[in-house]
């Protein structure tokens, strides 16, 4: 009887242990939405680790001519006075090689926005200077006005630089915090900035359309993506840019934008009042004040203007990009909001 009662307490004992030993068996199956979570990350991580060991180039991109728009149409290389002009093909490669390479691993998108200021005047940053505009910028020449305040990550009191209206990043936290932490993709670097200056826009967006202003040469190019690393021109086009010429007309803003809003009809004022001048038809903005548009009317009730002999001439404009307005329409209609970029070259 004390040998049964022995062995009775010693399977007992081993049957505590084994139900205390965790469940190592083959048929064991993780959450599914835990799983989905890993597996996710684990994609992401990947498709980073890929771009950062061979990011495309220029001479990988493949640059075809196919217009879907052939009015007022240049070609590749021009007469202009006693010079020539061109389309910069090799910077617009580089640019696209660009554009192919931060959208190679999956990443949820933000555009920096602060249009008139809407989203609060931003700080100070810790080193600013006044321009020929009486305006604050910091170092490297973009303005407080418009702007959003970048700071250095874990730091709170002051900006480092600005972010210009219509810049694009890469979200690197929750979007539900006070404070946001972005990835530069018009510009260089990991900050952090307050939230209420950042659109979502999510990670399901491809930038495939792009619309190239060129400020030397004043002229405009469309491309599309139809292949990987493989581009359409879809139009070739005179334009006029901004000029400097304090207090009112300023350049057009070198950089990579996202297109922001679209106007059928964006009314102007008469520099200096509040008293509307005229109109611009098909407005498409991607930074600050600036619109791609059509010919200005300087009637609120004219008609729509085609063409400008001013067009592929010299800037002058108040920072916006002038041509011809039957491509405006284009640009309007062919350049979704949210869906497409600008990117101004010198």
Not at 48 to 68: C, F, G, H, Q, W
């Amino acid at each position: 009887m004390k040998l049964y009662s022995k062995f009775v307490f010693l399977t007992c004992s081993l049957a505590v242990i084994a139900c205390n030993q965790p469940n190592n068996t083959k048929n064991e199956k993780p959450d599914p939405a835990e799983q989905r979570r890993i597996d996710s990350l684990e994609t992401v991580k990947k498709a980073e680790e890929e771009a950062k060991k061979k990011p495309r180039t220029s001479e990988d991109i493949k640059l075809s001519k196919d217009l879907a728009y052939d009015k007022h149409t240049l070609e590749e290389s021009y007469p202009y006075k006693d010079t020539n002009r061109v389309f910069q093909l090799d910077k617009i490669k580089e640019k696209l090689a660009l554009v192919e390479n931060f959208q190679r691993a999956p990443a949820s998108y933000v555009v920096l926005q602060n249009h008139k200021n809407k989203n609060q005047e931003a700080p100070l940053v810790k080193k600013y200077k006044r321009n020929e505009y009486t305006r604050i910028s910091d170092t490297l020449g973009n303005e407080r006005y418009q702007s959003a305040p970048l700071y250095a990550l874990g730091e709170t009191e002051r900006p480092s630089i600005y972010g210009r209206d219509g810049f694009l990043a890469k979200l690197r936290s929750s979007d539900t915090i006070p404070m946001v932490k972005i990835e530069g993709v018009s510009f260089e670097g990991t900050w952090e900035t307050p939230k209420r200056y950042v659109k979502t826009i999510g990670d399901s967006v491809n930038f495939h359309h792009v619309v190239f202003v060129d400020v030397t040469n004043q002229n405009i190019l469309t491309a599309e993506r139809t292949g990987d690393c493989e581009w359409a021109i879809r139009s070739m086009n005179p334009a006029t840019t901004g000029r400097h010429k304090p207090p009112y007309a300023q350049e057009t803003p070198a950089g990579l934008y996202v297109v922001q809003e679209k106007k059928t009809k964006m009314y102007y004022y008469k520099d200096g009042t509040t008293n509307i001048e005229g109109y611009a038809p098909y407005a498409s903005r991607f930074t600050n004040g600036a619109y791609v548009h059509g010919v200005p009317v300087n009637n609120p009730k004219g008609a729509i203007i085609e063409y400008s002999w001013s067009l592929g001439t010299t800037p002058r404009s108040h920072m916006c990009v002038r041509n011809a307005s039957s491509h405006a329409k284009f640009v309007f209609d062919w350049a979704k909001k949210f869906n497409a970029l600008v990117i101004v070259i010198e």
